[in-house]
């Protein structure tokens, strides 16, 4: 069939009880303060990668959280880990230690 | 009586003999290790050093640090004299025992324990000069010996006499090792004294010995004289077998670690060869802990760099880990390091080698928009700021001077870029601001994080846009980004300069001229431009021209780390604080208008904490500009 650029829209629900929270839980295991973060974007309006990219920090932090790691697999690694974002955290969420935990654990499910 | 100078044999030398051998073993174990694991280019830097008239500069500082500790003495009066009383001492006893051999007994010269055990198997007499010489020596070396190990006992209780608020917490294993090294003194001492009546003495072994004649006539038998032996020979085994698994293997460790060192041999890239000597010549001394911030005021003694090399020998990876990733690498306990042992290095290493991840051009996507090359980018606007470049071509026109990389961390304290802009502007200089309108990060965060491959490849962006421009010097505000651009990139032809550096030669040419305020204030010394970079006289001279500089007890190597390094992302956001505070407590003791640094991390760091006014360099210097 002819594809129009048409087709039935996925769902977007997302079932907290099927997702996989795996990821989220080793980082808030290693990196509690990861759990601090009420995404308020402040480290993607500061984001050095993100004037290039559409990398955008509180977006991966709300994926993981949701179990949707398949953007965030794909976007991490555009992190240059400058830590403006980590300076201007209202929260105090260390962002640069969040990115390189899970690039980390993403390598790791990677190759197991 | 008389066998046992015949014999030149007993039984208690058997305890002796099997340490002494299983040392042997070990050391030749130890450095066939070391060597397979060093690169063939180093390999032969340590044979050519053997050949080299620079072994006697090897053999010069091995007797002034392992011996003589002289490093120690710089520190602290007290605690220098234990360490280098106890090695000196033992050093002296070994040596002038040999020679006492060769005077008196040269045929004996092959047996091992014969030196260790001379009073037990020889006669001499302290009537001739000779023998009373050696007497005299071997007494005087033993009576330093045991004044080092009555200090290292007191400071076990009384550490602050030494100089030190903390020392190490020992294990097990060192402590066994202490105590028997405790022992091996004292218990030579009695087994001489003991045999003195016999074998002769000198002022100290004589006489207590003599002491021990007149109780030994109530007893009426040299009962005690083997027990004795058999103790002192023990004590040396049990020291000699624990070596290898204590603080004390430095003593061996210490001596090809500074070989190593002179033969031009630096720390690799991973935790073995040289830095791996390095991980066993920590000899647990503790005097990393007084300096490290985290300990003093973030009470994580944990993650001392005293215990992270013990974990790292160990093999206790998480631990290691751990305190790899909170330490800040101020390079503050480096610099307090008697041994030279760079454990900043190594905690980038361990963190390097858990950085399995790499990414074929991750960076790519600054590509098309970060080339200077390019219109219509963020970084060509700056480029393209005089009206003949401003048409959409796509060359640069002009070549500037000067090229400015303000950094990821000055974008965020823009008074620091706007004030160095100002200084430009009114120094006539032809400038481009390379990274105005948000630029890349320069590598050394990545660096710092244990990610080499992501950080190479920042590495070849900025090196791309820099030489684009055509400018010879390059200046940077933030000292992060002057560290990795002046060690790790290479920009040939291009001078790079930190602002205080070029700023003060500005000055110095007349460039720009500023008038001298009244306000009293104190310059932070930025780690990464300190200790790191080895930048002090610039910012002071700049300052003394501008404001009236006060002095800290915190100045150059001893200066403080703000909290907010690079490095250090395990380490909590309140952990940072608490140190950022405490520095900034010591600094502003008495009370100045202004904290000067050079570096907007540091800046930031500060700003955030306290009602102090916390300015850069930059910014002071803007405000007293003279403008013609």
């Known amino acids: 069939m002819k594809d129009f650029g048409f087709g039935i829209k996925k769902s977007g629900v997302i079932d907290l009880d099927k997702a996989d929270m795996s990821l989220m839980r080793e980082i808030a295991a290693e990196e509690p303060s990861f759990l601090h973060c009420f995404y308020c974007g402040t480290c993607t309006a500061t984001c050095s990668a993100g004037k290039y990219t559409g990398f955008n920090l509180r977006r991966l932090q709300l994926l993981i959280k949701r179990g949707q790691l398949d953007e965030v697999s794909e976007r991490i690694s555009e992190c240059m880990l400058c830590g403006k974002c980590q300076w201007v955290c209202p929260k105090g969420v260390n962002t640069r230690h969040v990115v390189m935990l899970v690039n980390k654990k993403l390598h790791a499910r990677k190759i197991r | 009586m008389h066998e046992r100078f015949a014999n030149a044999y007993d039984p208690f030398v058997i305890p002796y003999m099997i340490g002494y051998v299983f040392v042997l073993a070990y050391l030749v174990v130890a450095l066939v290790t070391v060597v397979k694991n060093l690169p063939m280019s180093d390999r032969k830097k340590m044979l050519r050093h053997l050949f080299s008239f620079k072994l006697f500069v090897t053999i010069k500082d091995i007797f002034a640090d392992c011996l003589l500790h002289v490093k120690i003495w710089k520190k602290n009066k007290m605690l220098g004299y234990m360490h280098s009383s106890i090695a000196f001492g033992w050093f002296m006893l070994i040596l002038v025992g040999h020679i006492e051999i060769f005077f008196f007994a040269p045929h004996r010269v092959n047996l091992p324990w014969y030196p260790i055990f001379f009073r037990y198997f020889m006669m001499e007499t302290e009537t001739s000069v000779g023998g009373s010489v050696f007497f005299f020596l071997m007494d005087f070396f033993l009576l330093m010996v045991l004044s080092g190990i009555a200090l ?138 007084d300096p490290c911030q985290m300990v003093s005021s973030a009470s994580l003694r944990q993650m001392a760099s005293v215990e992270f090399t013990r974990n790292v020998r160990l093999r206790q990876n998480k631990q290691a880990m751990e305190a790899a990733s909170y330490c800040l690498m101020c390079d503050r306990c480096v610099q307090a390091c008697p041994v030279g042992v760079n454990s900043v290095q190594l905690k980038l290493n361990l ?122 010097v390059m200046v940077c505000s933030c000292p992060i980004c002057y560290k990795i651009f002046k060690d790790t990139y290479k920009l040939e032809g291009v001078q790079v300069l930190h602002h205080t550096e070029y700023i003060l030669q500005l000055m110095e040419a007349g460039k720009i001229t500023v008038r001298k305020s009244s306000q009293k204030g104190v310059y932070h010394d930025p780690c990464e431009l300190g200790r790191h970079s080895g930048i002090y006289r610039q910012p002071r001279d700049i300052l003394y021209r501008v404001l009236n500089l006060q002095q800290t007890p915190y100045e150059g190597k001893d200066a403080l780390c703000c909290g907010h390094s690079m490095a250090g992302e395990g380490m909590p956001y309140k952990k940072r604080r608490m140190i950022a505070r405490d520095a900034l407590r010591k600094m502003t003791e008495n009370p100045v208008d202004v904290l000067v640094t050079a570096c907007p991390s540091c800046k930031r760091s500060f700003a955030e904490i306290g009602t102090e006014e916390i300015r850069d360099i930059a910014e002071i210097v803007c405000d007293q500009l003279v403008t013609r």
């Open chain 2, 152 to 289: 290292a006992m007191i400071k076990r209780i009384r550490r602050r006499l030494f100089g030190m608020k903390r020392t190490t917490r020992l294990k097990w294993n060192d402590q066994l090792a202490m105590y028997s090294l405790w022992c091996i003194f004292p218990l030579r001492f009695l087994a001489e004294s003991f045999t003195s009546h016999i074998s002769g003495g000198g002022f100290l072994t004589r006489s207590f010995g003599m002491l021990f004649d007149w109780f030994n006539q109530f007893m009426n038998n040299d009962a005690l004289i083997r027990p004795m032996w058999w103790a002192y020979s023990i004590a040396l085994m049990v020291f000699f077998l624990t070596l290898p698994w204590s603080r004390f293997t430095h003593i061996l460790s210490e001596v090809l670690l500074i070989y190593m060192r002179n033969a031009g041999i630096r720390e690799s890239s991973k935790n073995n060869g040289y830095a791996g000597v390095e991980i066993f010549s920590c000899s647990r001394c503790g005097l990393c802990l």
């Open chain 2, 351 to 472: 963190k390097a080698a858990d950085v399995k991840y790499t990414y074929p051009n991750r960076y790519d996507y600054v590509e098309a928009e970060a080339n200077p090359m390019d219109t219509g980018s963020a970084w060509a606007d700056i480029l393209h700021r005089t009206p003949e470049a401003a048409a959409p071509t796509k060359k640069v026109v002009r070549t500037p001077e000067v090229v400015y990389f303000a950094g990821c961390m000055s974008h965020l304290t823009p008074k620091i870029e706007q004030a160095m802009v100002r200084i430009f502007e009114a120094a006539g200089v032809d400038f481009t601001f390379l990274d105005k309108d948000g630029g890349i990060c320069c590598g050394r965060p990545l660096m710092l994080a244990g990610d080499r491959t992501g950080s190479e490849q920042l590495v070849a962006k900025n090196t791309e846009a820099i030489l684009a421009t055509g400018a010879k």
